[in-house]
Structure formats: C-alpha cells, structure tokens
C-alpha cells in the first residue's frame, strides 16, 4: 500500500503562487506515472498535470505555461508549483501515482487551494 502525503495548499490572492507537495512512503522508481489531479464544488475531478517517470510531462489546457509539474527522486516527492494563479483554480489538489504495472492507483488526501479575485 502507497500512502501520499500532499501539502502546501491555502488561500492566496489572484496573481500569486503556491506550490503543492506529495511525499510517498514508497521509493519513487517503484511507481509510474505520479499526477495531480483537481475537483472544484459540483464537478468531477479533472487531469491538471502529469509526469511519467521518464520525465515527460502533460498539462490541461487551462494551465499550460502557468503550472509546472517535477519529481524530487531523492525525496519520493513530486510538486506542482502553480503561478499567475486565477479564481477558477479554485479546487481541491488530488495526488495520484500509479503502481509500476499501472493496475493500481493511488490517491492522496486532497488538499484546498483557494484563489481570491
């Protein structure tokens, strides 16, 4: 069982920065493709960023050029460092990894991100 850990969410003013952390209890090369995922109030649960452990990354539309997803293998975390943050990034930050075989996912807690107009 992976256990994530995710921190650095808050309320933040419209322009600004945060940048989110997810630790894992296992080694980082035991896993696939590490992600963060977003779910605002009434929607589903969307892709913001992913990286697989090759190190290509992808990124929705909506955050291209202002999100930057990493992986730190020494410290099995991987961050999503998000600027020129906008009201509609309102949401709660999910972490996914998936196993090394990609059969199995897991997610973290969730952590709420709050941008203020």
């Known amino acids: 069982q992976v256990q994530l850990v995710e921190s650095g969410g808050g309320l933040v003013q419209a322009g600004g920065s945060l940048r989110l952390s997810c630790a894992a209890s296992?080694?980082?090369?035991?896993?696939?493709?590490m992600g963060w995922y977003r779910q605002a109030p009434g929607k589903q649960r969307d892709l913001v960023a992913i990286?697989?452990?090759?190190?290509?990354?992808n990124y929705a539309d909506s955050v291209k050029g202002r999100f930057t997803i990493s992986r730190d293998n020494a410290k099995n975390t991987v961050y999503l460092q998000m600027n020129t943050l906008k009201p509609e990034d309102t949401a709660v930050y999910y972490c996914?990894?998936?196993?090394?075989?990609?059969?199995?996912?897991?997610w973290g807690q969730g952590t709420q991100v709050t941008v203020s107009s």
């Open positions: 996914r990894v998936s196993s090394l075989d990609l059969n199995t996912a897991y």
């Open positions: 296992v080694s980082i090369f035991s896993l696939n493709t």
């Open positions: 990286i697989t452990t090759g190190g290509i990354t």
